[in-house]
């Protein structure tokens, strides 16, 4: 049995979230259940998008705004908070369930820049996780605090 990794795609550059689900095909297509929890996207476009890779890899976003969070009014940021906090309680319940062998957590370190869940809760998600389930992290920002919990890291830029 294969242990399992925490992986981190971070960086200003495009191609983080497709350098996860690219993790999640081959584990679609190794039999093994990928599940990913989309932030900070709001459900629009890329909703649709995640929808057609089901049944092989579950996608859930628990926004209800359609627009990007940082676009959003204050008053709408803060209901989507509420959200996004069932969006990570969630990853915890998906953990201690053991419901899938990859677990990828989209835009998740943007959670940490906007005050939304701190560094401190995402090293309790990776110590949660069970020895042979894949853990992945995608955002623009790689707090210096989480270079030591996790297996991999890959920057994510753009040359031109």
Do not use: W
Not at 16 to 40: C, D, I, M, P
Not at 55 to 75: N, R
Not at 88 to 95: D, H, S, T
Not at 135 to 157: H, P, Q, S
């Amino acid at each position: 049995m294969s242990t399992g990794h925490v992986q981190v795609y971070y960086g200003v550059g495009r191609g983080k979230t497709n350098a996860a689900l690219g993790n999640a095909l081959r584990a679609a297509s190794e039999g093994k259940t990928a599940y990913v929890v989309q932030f900070l996207k709001g459900k629009g476009e890329s909703s649709s998008y995640y929808e057609r890779l089901e049944p092989e890899i579950k996608c859930f976003c628990f926004e209800k705004a359609t627009g990007y969070y940082d676009e959003l009014s204050k008053e709408e940021q803060e209901e989507e908070k509420i959200n996004m906090r069932n969006g990570i309680n969630f990853a915890k319940k998906v953990l201690a369930t053991r419901e899938c062998d990859m677990l990828i957590l989209d835009e998740v370190l943007g959670l940490v820049d906007n005050g939304i869940v701190s560094v401190e809760e995402l090293k309790l998600l990776i110590q949660e996780k069970e020895e042979d389930v894949d853990l992945i992290f995608t955002g623009r920002v790689l707090k210096e605090e989480m270079r030591t919990c996790v297996d991999e890291i890959y920057n994510i830029a753009s040359e031109k």
